[in-house]
């Protein structure tokens, strides 16, 4: 158990929704990261915070954001959801700018 | 602009032999460097890094890795491959003043009994 939660674990939706994905960082980390993974584009980054404050941004879409909370939970929004958006979408987090990241076990997302 | 490169998608070995998995990477500067193995259905999971120091790191699971600067590698070893080390392994990297980090596409490990 990496200490990284992610709710929902599965999460099907049609066309055109909105859905939010949360994360819970490991007790103590600073930093949560947002990844993407397909089977076609292998595993993206998406964004990252940090103590709240957006630190670094990749490959994330216009329709996608995040936000970091006080208490460090963060939440991934997606929107205007496409079947492309069909993947894995993972959350991490790290103490600071060069640690390891812990992933969480992930959210299945399905757009039918 | 960084990047990094699994050049080999998948790769087979025999339970007992060493096995390598592949990694070269582009970065301005000296890199942070990252590997990562993930299990069917499973987050991933940390392995080792090189930030600093000696250019062969240890990590988890009798797993190591050799930074070279010259050929701008850091394949992972194994001196005796188990078949639970079957699984998919990816690279990562992180320029010092970048904080994007960028991983390969991932090197699919098959171990056989």
């Known amino acids: 158990d990496s200490g990284v939660t992610q709710t929902p674990k599965h999460l099907i939706t049609a066309t055109g929704q909105r859905v939010t994905l949360r994360c819970s960082p490991r007790s103590g980390d600073l930093s949560v990261y947002w990844y993407q993974q397909s089977l076609d584009q292998g595993l993206q980054f998406l964004i990252q915070?940090?103590?709240?404050?957006?630190?670094a941004k990749g490959n994330i879409l216009e329709r996608f954001s995040a936000q970091q909370f006080p208490d460090l939970h963060s939440e991934l929004n997606l929107s205007s959801l496409e079947l492309g958006d069909s993947a894995l979408y993972f959350c991490a987090s790290s103490d600071d700018f060069f640690d390891e990241q812990f992933f969480g076990p992930g959210t299945r997302l399905t757009v039918l | 602009a960084q990047s990094v490169a699994q050049p080999e998608d998948q790769v087979k070995v025999a339970e007992g032999n060493p096995l390598t998995v592949k990694c070269t990477y582009s970065?301005?500067?000296?890199?942070?460097l990252f590997w990562y193995v993930q299990y069917p259905n499973r987050g991933l999971q940390f392995l080792l890094k090189?930030?600093?120091?000696?250019?062969l790191v240890k990590g988890s699971y009798g797993f190591e890795a050799e930074f070279n600067k010259s050929q701008t590698s850091f394949h992972l070893k194994k001196p005796s491959a188990l078949v639970s080390d079957s699984a998919l392994y990816f690279c990562?990297?992180?320029?010092?003043?970048?904080?994007?980090?960028?991983f390969g596409k991932g090197t699919r490990l098959h171990i056989l009994p």
């Open positions: 990562a990297v992180r320029g010092r003043r970048d904080d994007k980090i960028i």
């Open positions: 090189y930030i600093t120091g000696d250019n």
């Open positions: 970065v301005s500067g000296n890199p942070y």
């Open positions: 915070y940090y103590n709240g404050e957006e630190r």
